[in-house]
């Protein structure tokens, strides 16, 4: 009989959409080992999520930044993670460099999928199938299940936990009123790349379009949003509050948690969107919402399904870009005003 399981390492995801996604592993761990505590090694600008996770017991922050090797950093944060004693580790990013704190902290299980010379780094070392696991959330699954075991039949959905009042703190820290009509929020940003945005003459239009029918229109969106956030504000006649850079990632979620719809491109937005169950429509091109999509019945995704698409490029490689460029606002729309 195996021995129980009662501390986890997760090494998290660099990217806000996956740590979200993440949580359905979370979920699923506390489900299977329900004393169980469960840490997550995070960046520091996925860390705030968190907070906002109750399966989460500690967050840890690796302090490099994005892509940085650091191995100093990394050997002394496995050395001092060592009196942790931890059972397991699951490693979700596919880099040796992920990997490389579980084997300094020497867990004695360190599981994840292969990739950059991860041989004798972790102890089961896992192939992963597309066709087997189309979605992300399984691929993340499927390392908490037994190698042999067939791919998850119920996949849980990620629920961020707003603490009460957290969102009129945060339009008080800002200065901002709590809107007395409908509230969309847009968030014409994408840390991928531009293939990845829906153009800013789009979001403009729209944003028009639902202020003169009565709604209030935040942009939201993280510092390197600022340029396409104020084309989206120019083009509107100005008619959003322009919020980018001017909130933390955990004010940015409190703040989705009173919209009462969400228009984004496949992004980190979208899926805490998803994950605080917001009506939204989310906007695909060169991405796969088969993989990646938003995981909430509420959502509507808009693609038009190209023939080039979905190309997973960060910019188009044909240059017309029309697997976004083609989608009108009136569609848009539609998908916004659909029951």
């Known amino acids: 009989m195996p021995e129980p399981i009662t501390s986890i390492l997760v090494v998290g995801p660099a990217w806000v959409g996956d740590m979200v996604i993440a949580q359905s592993l979370f979920k699923t761990l506390r489900r299977m080992n329900p004393e169980c505590g469960i840490d997550v090694l995070a960046p520091?600008?996925?860390?705030?999520?968190?907070?906002?996770?109750?399966?989460?017991?500690?967050?840890?922050?690796?302090?490099?930044?994005?892509?940085?090797?650091?191995?100093?950093?990394?050997?002394?944060?496995?050395?001092?993670?060592?009196?942790k004693g931890y059972d397991l580790a699951i490693v979700l990013p596919r880099s040796l460099k992920a990997a490389l704190v579980p084997f300094w902290a020497r867990i004695p299980r360190r599981v994840g999928y292969r990739g950059e010379m991860r041989w004798g780094v972790?102890?089961?070392?896992?192939?992963?199938?597309?066709?087997?696991t189309p979605r992300q959330a399984e691929q993340f699954i499927a390392l908490a299940l037994p190698r042999d075991d067939p791919p998850p039949s119920d996949v849980p959905v990620p629920q961020l936990t707003v603490p009460t009042g957290a969102g009129e703190a945060v339009l008080a820290?800002?200065?901002?009123?709590?809107?007395?009509?409908?509230?969309?929020?847009?968030?014409?940003?994408?840390?991928?790349?531009?293939?990845?945005?829906?153009?800013?003459?789009?979001?403009?239009?729209?944003?028009?379009?639902?202020a003169q029918a009565g709604w209030a229109v935040w942009i939201l969106g993280s510092p390197r949003d600022a340029e396409v956030a104020a084309q989206v504000q120019g083009g509107s006649g100005g008619v959003c509050v322009d919020?980018?850079?001017?909130?933390?990632?955990?004010?940015?979620?409190?703040?989705?948690?009173?919209?009462?719809?969400?228009?984004?491109?496949?992004?980190?937005?979208?899926?805490?969107?998803?994950?605080?169950?917001?009506?939204?429509?989310?906007?695909?091109?060169?991405?796969?919402?088969?993989?990646?999509?938003?995981?909430?019945?509420?959502?509507?995704?808009?693609?038009?399904s190209l023939s080039c698409s979905p190309c997973h490029r960060r910019t188009c490689p044909l240059g017309h870009h029309d697997c976004l460029r083609g989608i009108e606002p009136g569609r848009v729309l539609e998908a916004l005003d659909a029951p």
């Open 122 to 132: 972790l102890t089961d070392l896992r192939r992963l199938d597309p066709k087997r």
């Open 44 to 83: 520091r600008w996925t860390l705030p999520l968190l907070r906002f996770m109750p399966e989460v017991r500690n967050g840890i922050e690796l302090p490099l930044g994005h892509g940085e090797l650091g191995l100093r950093v990394r050997y002394r944060l496995g050395r001092a993670l060592r009196r």
């Open 173 to 210: 820290a800002l200065g901002l009123a709590r809107p007395e009509r409908p509230l969309l929020v847009l968030a014409p940003g994408a840390e991928f790349g531009p293939a990845k945005r829906w153009p800013a003459e789009s979001f403009a239009e729209l944003a028009r379009r639902k």
């Open 243 to 304: 919020l980018t850079g001017h909130t933390t990632l955990d004010q940015a979620v409190a703040l989705i948690g009173l919209a009462d719809a969400v228009v984004s491109n496949d992004s980190g937005l979208m899926h805490i969107a998803a994950a605080l169950g917001r009506r939204q429509v989310a906007l695909f091109g060169p991405s796969d919402p088969a993989k990646t999509g938003p995981l909430n019945d509420k959502a509507r995704v808009v693609t038009r």
